[in-house]
């Protein structure tokens, strides 16, 4: 069955620092792997996306993703995080059918002034 | 300019009544959904629909009705409302494998 497994429910950081958040998924074919962001009391933007092509993708507010086929892994990463950064970051895969996005339980972000 | 908006943004009731939801994308989506986030954050599909038509009905108890007037709008009407329904619903569109959110409704059932 496809699943996502986002391993760390909260990461805590300080200001400057580099961000790296886990993200494994199962999946049988080739995945549609996105990271979304929510912010307290928001919904959901979306942060970057692969489908194909270049392993290393870059989305928005400086964040970019590595696909890692043979570790089934899909990890969110920031060179410098921001106190705004603050957030809840959600990785979701595609299924294929219609659309159908199966989502992570979610990886809340702090971070130290 | 919202791409996808719903309303009411909050929505306070009592258990046992009926409530809507209204969801509207200006994005020319052919595919829209709505999704549940539990207390723990964790986010599950509900329904999805595709030019009006019913693609995805998962695992919901039949007081969940969605309804497509048009491809624009996606509206939740829940039924008999329980204490457990209290949840932020989350309505998005898609075209092209990539889905796009809503703001979000958080309904509270007392």
């Known amino acids: 069955a496809q699943s996502v497994t986002q391993p760390d429910i909260h990461i805590t950081v300080s200001e400057g620092a580099s961000l790296e958040l886990r993200c494994n998924y199962s999946?049988?074919?080739?995945?549609?792997l996105f990271w979304y962001v929510q912010s307290p009391g928001q919904g959901l933007q979306l942060l970057l996306k692969?489908?194909?092509?270049?392993?290393l993708v870059q989305g928005i507010k400086g964040f970019e993703a590595e696909f890692k086929r043979s570790q089934s892994s899909f990890n969110l990463r920031k060179p410098s995080v921001h106190w705004s950064d603050a957030a809840e970051y959600f990785c979701?895969?595609?299924?294929?059918?219609?659309?159908?996005?199966?989502f992570g339980k979610g990886t809340r972000l702090h971070i130290l002034p | 300019d919202t791409a996808v908006s719903q309303t009411p943004k909050y929505l306070v009731t009592q258990m046992g009544n009926d409530k809507s939801i209204k969801c509207e994308q200006n994005?020319?989506?052919?595919?829209m959904y709505w999704y549940k986030q539990d207390s723990k954050k964790f986010l599950k599909i509900m329904f999805s629909?595709?030019?009006?038509?019913?693609?995805i009905n998962e695992t919901v108890p039949n007081r969940f009705s969605p309804k497509s007037p048009d491809k624009a709008h996606l509206n939740l009407h829940i039924n008999s409302l329980e204490l457990g329904d209290s949840a932020v619903y989350f309505c998005?569109?898609?075209?092209?494998?990539?889905?796009?959110f809503g703001p979000g409704t958080r309904l509270t059932v007392l």
């Open positions: 998005a569109s898609s075209q092209l494998d990539t889905q796009y």
């Open positions: 999946y049988g074919a080739t995945p549609y």
């Open positions: 692969y489908f194909s092509g270049d392993t």
């Open positions: 979701a895969v595609g299924v294929g059918r219609d659309d159908k996005i199966i």
């Open positions: 994005l020319g989506h052919d595919t």
């Open positions: 629909y595709n030019n009006k038509e019913l693609i």
